[in-house]
């Protein structure tokens, strides 16, 4: 597991600007929680716009509305993640201009390799085995190593220069196993990740329904951990139900209350996504920069908070038909 101060269980509930300002710094490494458009940590993502927090490097599985978000309001400088979409709503479009312009750094990996470097940060490691990228153009730059390399003194050449320019990956032959490939991925311990969940206690333990993807590995990876949730619940409702904890409070440094802290992306169990207010911020995407900062200005900028946000973009009607909506499907 990652290394930790000790925790005592003390109530971590602030609001999102307290916990943004407190725990986000320029330059920081962001994971990233949600997925497509379900569960997107919405909330805490707009007040690290409305705080114009930079020079970000944003991580994730799969990176999608909050992550475009950020990269239109020009606060990233760098990705990796294993895939950036909207599902039907299309690509991420701020974020493929700025790849292909050049402004924006991307490391492309699966989202089996992305957890898995969560993983290695999560224990303690260097790195974490996996066979996810081979056969695939992802590992075309990385670097083949050899147990026999080692004894020859050319791993010592080979790991120097991966130390002036690390390699996202690195193939080595299987120890017991020889001419068996397998990928080494580094680990990955963001300075802190952001996550909109259901249900949370006080002191920060957090209940997830649903998918949960990348994010257990990833909250226990990070140095800080920033959640929003639905819910607020008492410690006793917890703890009648300890197997539903997903992640225990240690790993937690500050709960944000936020009811649809995650529209216009859907939560399990709460509400349906936004198809409107989805495709009429991809429509701004889609037109350029310009559009961006408009859409930015009315959704965030001129907003105090993410609840005028709601106020002004949905309404209680709206929201209302998407709760109704979950309750269908349900």
């Known amino acids: 597991m990652a290394l930790r101060s000790a925790a005592r269980p003390a109530p971590k509930v602030m609001t999102a600007a307290e916990a943004v300002a407190r725990f986000v710094r320029p330059g920081s490494v962001l994971g990233m929680g949600g997925q497509n458009i379900g569960r997107c940590p919405q909330a805490?993502?707009?007040?690290?716009?409305?705080?114009?927090?930079?020079?970000?490097t944003v991580v994730g599985c799969?990176?999608?509305?909050?992550?475009?978000?950020?990269?239109?309001?020009?606060?990233?400088?760098?990705?990796?993640?294993?895939?950036?979409?909207?599902?039907?709503?299309?690509?991420?479009?701020?974020?493929?201009?700025?790849?292909?312009?050049g402004t924006l750094v991307h490391e492309d990996y699966s989202h089996l390799a992305m957890v898995s470097r969560f993983l290695a940060g999560e224990m303690g490691v260097p790195f974490m085995p996996t066979r996810s990228l081979l056969g695939s153009d992802m590992l075309a730059d990385a670097p083949?190593?050899?147990?026999?390399?080692?004894?020859?003194?050319g791993a010592h050449d080979a790991a120097a220069a991966q130390r002036a320019s690390p390699p996202k990956a690195v193939v080595v032959d299987n120890p017991w196993?020889?001419?068996?490939?397998?990928?080494?991925?580094?680990?990955?311990?963001?300075?802190?990740s952001i996550v909109h969940v259901q249900r949370a206690d006080p002191l920060g333990n957090v209940v997830i329904e649903g998918f949960a993807t990348h994010e257990p590995e990833m909250l226990r990876a990070s140095q800080t951990v920033i959640v929003s949730c639905e819910e607020l619940v008492p410690t006793d409702a917890i703890r009648a139900a300890p197997e539903r904890t997903t992640v225990p409070f240690l790993y937690?440094?500050?709960?944000?209350?936020?009811?649809?802290?995650a529209y216009p992306t859907s939560v399990y169990g709460y509400y349906d996504y936004d198809a409107a207010e989805v495709a009429?911020?991809?429509?701004?995407?889609?037109?350029?920069?310009?559009a961006v900062a408009a859409y930015l200005q009315e959704a965030v900028w001129d907003c105090a908070t993410f609840d005028d946000y709601l106020a002004r973009c949905a309404g209680p009607a709206r929201l209302e038909a998407l709760r109704a909506a979950m309750r269908e499907v349900l």
């Open 252 to 261: 937690v440094d500050a709960v944000v209350v936020a009811p649809f802290g």
């Open 144 to 153: 083949v190593l050899s147990w026999g390399a080692r004894a020859t003194g």
């Open 177 to 192: 196993a020889p001419g068996e490939p397998v990928v080494l991925v580094p680990a990955l311990q963001p300075d802190v």
């Open 280 to 290: 009429r911020y991809q429509e701004a995407a889609r037109s350029g920069p310009a």
């Open 44 to 56: 805490l993502t707009f007040e690290i716009i409305r705080q114009r927090i930079g020079d970000l």
């Open 62 to 101: 799969n990176l999608s509305l909050g992550m475009d978000q950020l990269v239109g309001a020009g606060l990233v400088r760098r990705t990796a993640s294993g895939s950036g979409n909207l599902e039907r709503f299309g690509v991420t479009y701020c974020w493929r201009r700025g790849i292909e312009d």
